[in-house]
């Protein structure tokens, strides 16, 4: 994780490394710090705690360059402290250096560096990556960064500054995302596109193993094996505005109502695509297993693919927690179908799952909604959600987008298998087009939902029950409780309840329950009851009502019926609508919880 931004030009760089350190925050933000290149050399500034504190000391330092390079930390080794935030400096102080990743080999770095003279001020992996630039710097910036990234065993995007080059940042990549841009008199680079929307539209991803030179208007790139790039941009339709919280108090309430368009956009956008196209560069006929391979809320999604697509598409589909199967070992190969699905594009569980499946044979699909994202690189046909920028690091829209965008590839999937005449494709899709006006009738409930977060938000404790479909939107739910508001939540398969949470049920406990007629109503009744029994308290959360649900439930939330494939866009908005104002009622950092970060680019 952490965040990385460098500018060179004529305006004042700090400013600009500030406002994009601002809009990479969700990255990181236990500490942060800016190097500049001042007339008295490089000035280096850091400060424990968010980007605020850093731009209050900056201020007050009263100083400015136009060159420059900053971060924001998401600690892996050595506490959150000033010393160990970057950017660090090599024993001249006339290299500065920030890095995203973990370079695996530092302890053997650092003794021989040390061996050798070196003196270190940080208990960093990255502190060894400065000291190595210094060693390898015979007067050539990019040739010096290129030898000492050779050395480095592990993850890693950095960026380097030297006061004998004013007029130059050396960037390099593996394994953490970097992106850059150049106007006519500038140049900018940044972990992500958000960082530079103001600045830029057009961008340069940068590949594994690239080094690039940034140039007050130009970029320069050479491969892995130092061979200069053609370097091509790549235009990215967010505008940025959508950085902005538009009247809202968090991005997260903001995100969560702007998903009638999201998933009209990625409704939108596929259904325009004829499904031969959106699946050509695949070949379809030998796949015999499709395995779903994510992350978080993206694994919540695949989950929902996994109830959707099997009963489908009549073939063994599974969703897999990306960490896990990496390491498993898993039976894949020409006869699987890999659908990854990112967010971000950039998760490293995710994209080593997706390599190890493909060293063994597998197609992959990439569901992502990042532009050029390393999944959307690396798969071999990509499903762009277009749910737009998101900023809050709880994931809202991307998921309903995530969740339209698979049942639509399942739906190509089954044409493809056959499995559909294409009037029933039609009229599967335009069922579909159905769910933004739903999503919206939900959004409407709002003032219902801050109602129930009023009389739950003191509750420690809380059960999110769902069967069928409903399943992975009572983990959802519970994952969005816990990771915004910091309340112990769970999320369990309704009919799993007596196998062993049920001890947990008393007085005091809250359930929430997703009840549905299109999912067990029965089954989930009788779930009910048990909790009754027990003395739980019943949050119910319901898109049909009979009197028994009424008779039962100690809370009501009535929902909008829908047919089986829409519950997900009925039911998911007012979960995170009730997370969102439990947590805003205890007062927790909506936007930013402690020890998340919105891209997770370490394992
Ligand atoms: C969910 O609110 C979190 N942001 C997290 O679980 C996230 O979904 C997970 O880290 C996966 O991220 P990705 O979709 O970018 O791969």
Not at 184 to 198: C, K, N, R, T
Request: glycine share 8%; aromatic share 6%; with cysteine.
């Amino acid at each position: 994780m952490c965040g990385i931004v460098g500018y060179v030009g004529p305006k004042r760089a700090e400013e600009i490394l500030l406002s994009g350190l601002a809009r990479l925050e969700y990255r990181g933000y236990d500490s942060a710090g800016v190097a500049l290149l001042t007339p008295n050399g490089l000035r280096l500034i850091r400060q424990v705690g968010k980007i605020s504190n850093l731009a209050q000391a900056v201020q007050e330092a009263g100083i400015t360059g136009n060159l420059g390079i900053g971060h924001t930390r998401w600690a892996t080794h050595g506490l959150p402290t000033e010393e160990n935030a970057h950017p660090h400096c090599d024993c001249t102080g006339k290299i500065a250096l920030v890095h995203n990743g973990i370079i695996e080999n530092h302890r053997e770095l650092r003794e021989e560096l040390l061996s050798r003279g070196h003196r270190f001020r940080s208990q960093t992996d990255t502190e060894v990556l400065v000291h190595l630039v210094e060693e390898e710097y015979r007067g050539d910036l990019v040739e010096a960064v290129r030898r000492a990234v050779a050395r480095a065993v592990g993850a890693y995007a950095i960026a380097v500054v030297h006061v004998d080059h004013p007029q130059e940042i050396v960037a390099a990549r593996l394994g953490s995302p970097l992106v850059a841009a150049a106007t006519p008199d500038e140049g900018f680079l940044a972990s992500d596109v958000p960082a530079l929307l103001p600045y830029a539209r057009a961008f340069y991803f940068l590949e594994e193993g690239e080094v690039a030179q940034i140039l007050p208007g130009g970029l320069r790139v050479w491969d892995r094996h130092g061979r200069p790039k053609e370097v091509r941009l790549r235009e990215v339709p967010w505008d940025p505005l959508s950085a902005e919280k538009a009247g809202f108090r968090h991005f997260m309430e903001k995100e969560i109502h702007e998903q009638p368009r999201a998933i009209a956009d990625t409704l939108r956008s596929e259904l325009s695509t004829p499904w031969e196209e959106g699946l050509s560069g695949l070949d379809l006929s030998p796949v015999e297993h499709i395995c779903l391979v994510a992350c978080g809320t993206s694994y919540h999604a695949a989950l929902v693919a996994e109830y959707l697509w099997e009963p489908l598409l009549g073939l063994p589909v599974s969703a897999e927690i990306a960490s896990e199967f990496r390491y498993k070992n898993p039976a894949v190969g020409e006869k699987t179908l890999v659908v990854a699905v990112s967010q971000s594009g950039e998760t490293i569980d995710t994209l080593m799952a997706v390599r190890g499946a493909k060293a063994k044979g597998a197609q992959v699909i990439g569901v992502v909604n990042v532009v050029g994202s390393a999944l959307a690189r690396e798969a071999h046909a990509v499903f762009y959600t277009r749910a737009g920028l998101e900023i809050g690091v709880a994931a809202t829209k991307t998921f309903t987008a995530q969740i339209a965008a698979l049942e639509l590839l399942g739906l190509w999937l089954a044409r493809a298998r056959g499995l559909l005449r294409e009037e029933e494709l039609r009229q599967a899709k335009e069922r579909l087009s159905r769910a933004p006006r739903l999503v919206e009738e939900v959004l409407e409930l709002a003032p219902q939902i801050e109602a129930l977060a009023q009389k739950f938000y003191t509750y420690p404790n809380f059960l999110y029950l769902g069967r069928g479909l409903l399943y992975p939107l009572a983990l959802e739910g519970a994952l969005k409780l816990k990771e915004i508001s910091y309340i112990h939540a769970e999320g369990y398969a309704a009919g799993e309840m007596k196998h062993g949470p049920i001890a947990l049920i008393h007085e005091a406990m809250p359930v929430v329950v997703l009840y549905s007629a299109q999912e067990l109503p029965e089954k989930v009744l009788s779930n009910m009851q048990e909790v009754r029994a027990r003395r739980g308290i019943l949050l119910v959360l319901a898109d049909h009502v009979n009197p028994e649900v009424e008779e039962l439930a100690d809370h009501l939330l009535r929902l909008p019926p829908s047919s089986r494939e829409l519950l997900p866009f009925t039911f998911t908005p007012a979960l995170q609508l009730f997370a969102y104002h439990v947590a805003r009622l205890k007062g927790t950092d909506v936007d930013q919880p402690r020890n998340l970060a919105k891209t997770v680019t370490v394992e």
